[in-house]
């Protein structure tokens, strides 16, 4: 069975451009999380939904960060305004229910320059 | 503020010996303890976990052990082989009070064959 992916697997912008990271979870979770990581550390929580609504999105570090889960099933983190301190590993996870083990995908590393 | 703590950045261990690694948290509301192993270039997997109403979960060569009175969990993996050589994460979360997952910086351990 097909595991979390996320695309693109890398993306480099310019201070100051939009970007758009996508999740595809494994099929039939309904929780889907977002983290960050920077090197040398573990995985930040950013966000996370229940459904098709953001249950917990405390961990965004400011407005110029949002995410969507339209129906329920793919997520679409988007930076607004990129700086280059948003250059980090962008991870996504899914799990079954809330609370429970969750599967991550492969990261997708965003540069900006 | 970090609540799960890695002390250990790095572990090295003879093929076939204990790799013990540790965790520290500071949250007493924690409550579900996980570990995920991670290799170069991909998302962390789940790997063992355990609540907090046991001090012990075995799965095959991996046995977590939690110590809530001291506030501190360890994995255990025995024997070891050279294919754990990964990057190993601690993670902690409150149930019952929210939907974050607190993960430690990591340990990078390496089996020497």
């Known amino acids: 069975g097909a595991g979390v992916s996320q695309t693109p697997s890398n993306k480099v912008t310019e201070k100051g451009k939009y970007v758009e990271l996508r999740c595809d979870p494994i099929?039939?979770?309904?929780?889907l999380y977002w983290y960050r990581q920077s090197l040398g550390q573990g995985p930040e929580f950013l966000i996370y939904?229940?459904?098709?609504?953001?249950?917990?999105d405390s961990g965004l570090p400011n407005d110029r960060f949002f995410a969507v889960r339209p129906e329920g099933s793919v997520s679409t983190l988007k930076i607004q305004r990129t700086e280059r301190g948003d250059s980090a590993v962008y991870l996504c996870a899914s799990s079954s229910r809330q609370g429970s083990e969750q599967y991550f995908g492969p990261g997708t590393r965003l540069t900006v320059t | 503020d970090q609540q799960v703590k890695q002390n250990s950045p790095s572990l090295s261990v003879q093929e076939g010996r204990i790799s013990i690694l540790n965790c520290d948290y500071t949250n007493s509301m924690f409550d579900y303890f996980l570990w995920y192993k991670k290799y170069p270039a991909e998302g962390p997997t789940f790997l063992i976990s355990i609540s907090s109403i046991k001090d012990k979960n075995e799965d095959g060569r991996f046995t977590v052990f939690l110590n809530k009175s001291a506030k501190h969990l360890s994995l255990h993996i025995v024997p070891s082989q050279p294919g754990d050589s990964a990057v190993y994460f601690c993670?902690?979360?409150?149930?019952?009070?929210?939907?974050?997952?607190?993960f430690g910086t990591g340990t990078s351990l390496t089996v020497i064959p």
């Open positions: 099929s039939g979770h309904t929780a």
């Open positions: 993670a902690a979360s409150a149930l019952g009070t929210g939907n974050q997952f607190y």
């Open positions: 939904f229940q459904g098709t609504g953001a249950a917990d």
